[in-house]
């Protein structure tokens, strides 16, 4: 395995932004992991329109897994060739990945997927599980926090850009009702460990964070 940033922490930390930022500083690759399981969030929400996910079978789930094709580059992702990075942004895209990224059958189709990219490259990884299950063996890790609120805001900003339709209440219970799935799902939940450097990034700015990181980087071992 080649060298691994591995980063964690809730929907609306900042995870995205600092590491592709990182990985770009370091001439890392840049993993947004959180994009490959909605890209199959993506898949569910277009073929099963009408139907509420939490009652496919995980038998069907695997199934269909079987037919996804998706590719990652330069921080995009391409189902079956199709571009779909702003679509798969979307609240209702965030709902569905949070219930089937729950899933061990999604969860163990995923992981190779990723695992593979750290065989080739160096890599600045982020999602929930990166420090845990991914690459427990990282060669640095790390923990990005920051208010519930904080990250409503920031999340409701970027659906903006994204000229997503929302408001700052969806957003805001979106998040909340995120962060219950990730950290209470039995499989591969969301959690803190013992040897990543923790940072609020609440009232930090991205240069800050940035800085912070690359500092603890350069770090001997």
Do not use: H
């Given at each position: 395995?080649?060298?691994?940033?591995?980063?964690?922490?809730?929907?609306?930390?900042?995870?995205?932004?600092?590491?592709?930022?990182?990985?770009?500083?370091?001439?890392?690759?840049?993993?947004?992991?959180?994009a490959l399981y909605r890209a199959i969030g993506y898949y569910f929400f277009k073929k099963y329109s009408n139907c509420n996910v939490s009652a496919?079978?995980?038998?069907?789930?695997?199934?269909?897994?079987?037919?996804?094709?998706?590719e990652y580059e330069d921080g995009r992702v391409f189902l079956s060739r199709k571009d779909i990075s702003t679509e798969i942004r979307a609240p209702?895209?965030?709902?569905?990945?949070?219930?089937?990224?729950?899933?061990?059958?999604?969860?163990?189709?995923?992981?190779?997927?990723?695992?593979?990219?750290?065989?080739?490259?160096?890599?600045?990884?982020?999602?929930?599980?990166?420090?845990?299950?991914?690459?427990?063996?990282?060669?640095?890790?790390?923990?990005?926090?920051?208010?519930?609120?904080?990250?409503?805001?920031?999340?409701?900003?970027?659906?903006?850009?994204?000229?997503?339709?929302?408001?700052?209440?969806?957003?805001?219970?979106?998040?909340?009702?995120?962060?219950?799935?990730?950290?209470?799902?039995?499989?591969?939940?969301?959690?803190?460990?013992?040897?990543?450097?923790?940072?609020?990034?609440?009232?930090?700015?991205?240069?800050?964070?940035?800085?912070?990181?690359?500092?603890?980087?350069?770090?001997?071992?």
């Amino acid at each position: 395995m080649k060298k691994v940033i591995a980063i964690d922490g809730p929907s609306g930390a900042g995870k995205s932004t600092i590491a592709r930022e990182v990985a770009k500083t370091l001439g890392f690759l840049y993993l947004d992991t959180g994009a490959l399981y909605r890209a199959i969030g993506y898949y569910f929400f277009k073929k099963y329109s009408n139907c509420n996910v939490s009652a496919i079978t995980d038998q069907e789930i695997e199934e269909q897994l079987k037919q996804i094709n998706i590719e990652y580059e330069d921080g995009r992702v391409f189902l079956s060739r199709k571009d779909i990075s702003t679509e798969i942004r979307a609240p209702e895209i965030g709902y569905i990945t949070s219930v089937l990224s729950a899933k061990k059958v999604v969860r163990d189709f995923l992981l190779p997927v990723q695992r593979r990219f750290a065989e080739k490259y160096d890599i600045v990884a982020e999602g929930r599980d990166m420090t845990t299950v991914v690459f427990p063996d990282a060669w640095k890790k790390f923990y990005l926090d920051a208010s519930a609120k904080i990250r409503a805001i920031r999340r409701f900003e970027q659906l903006k850009i994204s000229n997503i339709n929302t408001t700052f209440e969806e957003a805001l219970q979106d998040v909340m009702n995120r962060d219950i799935r990730d950290s209470s799902r039995e499989n591969a939940p969301l959690t803190r460990t013992k040897d990543a450097f923790y940072i609020d990034t609440s009232n930090r700015s991205k240069e800050e964070v940035i800085s912070i990181i690359l500092k603890k980087v350069a770090e001997d071992d």
